[in-house]
Nanobody
Framework: VQLQAFGGGLAQAGGYLRLSCAAS????????MGWYRQAPGKQRELVAV??????NYADSVLGRFTISRDNAKNKVYLQMNSLKPEDTAVYYC???????????WGQGTQVTVSS
């Protein structure tokens, strides 16, 4: 299973970015798709996850970020609005297929928000 993430970059506070991640390779249906982030000197944290069509968000992004998925294309998206400097981090996509079992990670994409 390989993941390729796109869409990171530089944005101003209050702006927006859209991340996308495509999963490829031999796998069955994907149970969970999500986004995590890691800021310098901090642990990786969950940003948002979508299981089937049920979503869960970190409190810090609730109301600003929206996660969605396209099952036919094995893609997951993260629409990030009202960005804040504290959203600056490397963002990683994650999938958990039914088979092969396990956690699979993308390569990470840098998001930088300037004040």
């Amino acid at each position: 299973v390989q993941l390729q993430a796109f869409g990171g970059g530089l944005a101003q506070a209050g702006g927006y970015l859209r991340l996308s991640c495509a999963a490829s390779g031999s796998m069955s249906s994907i149970n969970s798709m999500g986004w995590y982030r890691q800021a310098p000197g901090k642990q990786r944290e969950l940003v948002a996850v979508i299981v089937s069509y049920s979503t869960n968000y970190a409190d810090s992004v609730l109301g600003r970020f929206t996660i969605s998925r396209d099952n036919a294309k094995n893609k997951v998206y993260l629409q990030m609005n009202s960005l804040k400097p504290e959203d600056t981090a490397v963002y990683y996509c994650n999938v958990k297929p039914s088979w092969p079992a396990g956690d699979y990670w993308g390569q990470g994409t840098q998001v930088t928000v300037s004040s």
